[in-house]
């Protein structure tokens, strides 16, 4: 089933430099209980595309210039973009739930975490002071955090890196959202920490049915979590697949550039050079007319200057945008 | 790992404990709230409980009873079943004691008299009453408007900041002083009329801290995290940002409760302040310029207990803006 459309989703930033089109016509379904990874280095807008889906681009300067976000719930399907402010806060923690990069400064230091988990079920559930409690503690438990009735008691402050990330996520899934957004939820953590809140996530979908929007740009976190991979660059996605079309046969010169900068331990590597994708993302006030990746590209041609490329110009049958997949 | 429950609040209490002198204050502060709170027990001119006839009664709250003196008469020629209490100050701050005017401190008047024969004491305590009403009373307004001003401005930002930046500018440009006096020519005084017309002349300062604090606690992401759980924005306000900005409001406040008791005690002074038949510190001092000259008690008594108790607010101020500077933590 498919729970979330997005339909040529156009994201703005009207500055003093000029338009910054940080996101460009983003389109993508979302499926029932299946993870989708939104990879791109940084300042390619994925932070933005993640807000966007959720409202939260600060306007000015900022603006949904276009698009749709089609919702397609029990209560039937809706476009998030027409939706009232007031609908739109229902929807968020309830139905869409979302955890960020820096767990550290996710929790409100001046609450403890079991008030701050409480106030979000609260929020949308109501029920008496015991039964939110209660659910607290199931919360905690779900995501792993030992001892969850004195845990619930303490500050952010007192919990470790991981723990928070675990507290921030019971937050983000207090109300059992049918879609949760991460926007880099393990950068910040050591990686032993990072494969637990991974397997974590993992299970917690399994068990909650949920679907999640992962936005990295750790290409190792996208191979363990990834049913579809969209991959972003400039603003655009330049390739969506599934992850064994996007891992075993990439299309776009950019994703392949990208794979082959992760580093890997098969024989005949020793001693080389880890392969780079030379240059930087341009400016995205400042785009040019053709391909933006033109002027990192091994395989560019005048062709890509010229000419606005569209969604799948060499007939892949799927989203590659280049002339020469 | 010591599982210590250190809340902000204990921080702050810790480091604030370190200045002995702003300990010494908040026990001063402390003494005059709880001596203005018992006023009417501590100096008056009846008997806190009386027997007579049978009769139990507690003549203090009653305004129609016999005074102390007119007792002493009655206790003479009645039959003896008349017992009272007295107050351990026997004199209200009305009482014309017309026996001992202008009297210097002396055993039946602790610290002498005024011209009118009304004693020293009872007037500097009922008299604190109105220093304290006042300070409070009008910082706490000044505090609220403050607070939810600053708040507005500072997480909508935009034009509700820079309406409300204007007025902030705009107020402070004033000679506050000035403003009151002339609002107060107007509407005539009143303790009331003061107190309303310090707390909105004083906001714009808090207001300028709490938006200036809400700048700053806006970008940070436990209030996103509020946002994407779906709080809408009174409550991300009240909930998530004031409690940031609250410390230094405090700060702010016991401040202006000084600045406010100092502005009483100018108005009344200026006779501008509360009614002459209320006791007040500054037109104790007020009256006490005919007598300069002779009376030193006069001045001094009033003089010291304004100074004190200015004092006692501005080192609390002091040390809990030390206690929160995250740089002193030592």
Sequence with gaps: MTLLQVRNLTTQFFTDEGVVKAVDGATFNLDKGKTLC????????????????????????????QGEIMFNDVQGERDLLKLSNEEMRRIRGKRIGMIFQE??????????????????????????????????????????????????????????????????????????????????????????IQAQILDLMRELQRELGMAIIFV??????????????????????????????????????????????????????????????PGVVPSLSNLPMGCAFADRCEKVKDRCRGEAVSEDPCNVGRLVRCFYA | MVNERQTYASMIWRQFKKSRLAVVSLFVVAALVVIALLAPFIANERPILMRHA????????????????????????????????????????TTYDLDSVLSPPTKKHLLGTDGDGRDIVSQLIWGSRISLSVGVVAIGIAAIIGIIFGLLAGYFGGWADMIISRLIEIMTCFPTFFLILTVLAFVGPSIFNIMVVIGITG???????????????????????????????????????????????LVSVSFGVASAILAEAALSFLGFGVPASTASWGSMLSEAQEYMDIGWWLTLVPGSAIFVTIMAYNLIGEALRDAIDPNMKT
């Design chain 1, 216 to 277: 990295t740009h750790d290409l190792g976190v996208v191979a363990e979590m990834a049913d579809q991979i969209a991959v972003m660059y400039a603003g655009k996605f330049v390739e969506v697949g599934t992850a064994q079309q996007i891992f075993n046969d990439p299309k776009h010169p950019y994703t392949q550039g990208l794979l082959k900068s992760i580093p890997s331990f098969e024989k005949g590597t020793e001693g080389k050079r880890l392969p780079t994708i």
């Design chain 2, 203 to 249: 906001w714009t300062g808090i207001a300028r801290l709490v938006r200036g604090e809400c700048l700053k606690v806006r970008g940070r992401q436990f209030v996103h995290a509020a946002v994407v759980s779906g709080a809408r924005d009174g409550r991300i306000m009240w909930r998530h940002i004031l409690p940031h900005a609250l410390a230094p409001v």
């Design chain 1, 103 to 192: 767990p550290m400064t996710s929790l409100n230091p001046v609450y403890t975490i079991g008030n701050q988990i409480g106030e979000a079920i609260a929020l949308h559930e109501g029920g008496s002071n015991k039964q939110v409690k209660e659910r607290t503690i199931r919360m905690l438990e779900l995501v792993g955090i030992p001892a969850p009735e004195q845990r619930m008691r303490e500050y952010p402050h007192q919990l470790s890196g991981g723990m928070r990330q675990r507290a921030m996520i019971a937050m983000a899934l207090s109300c059992t959202p049918d879609i949760l957004i991460a926007d880099e939820p393990t950068t910040a953590l050591d990686v032993t």
């Design chain 2, 54 to 93: 049978g009769e139990w009664s507690m003549p203090i709250f009653d305004k129609a009873s016999l005074t102390l003196s007119e007792l002493d008469v009655i206790k003479d020629s009645s039959s003896g079943d008349l017992w009272f209490i007295n107050p351990p100050i026997p004199f209200g701050p």
């Design chain 1, 38 to 65: 939104i990879v791109g280095e940084s300042g390619c807008g994925k932070s933005v595309m993640s807000l966007s889906l959720m409202r939260l681009i600060p306007e000015p300067p900022g603006r949904i210039v």
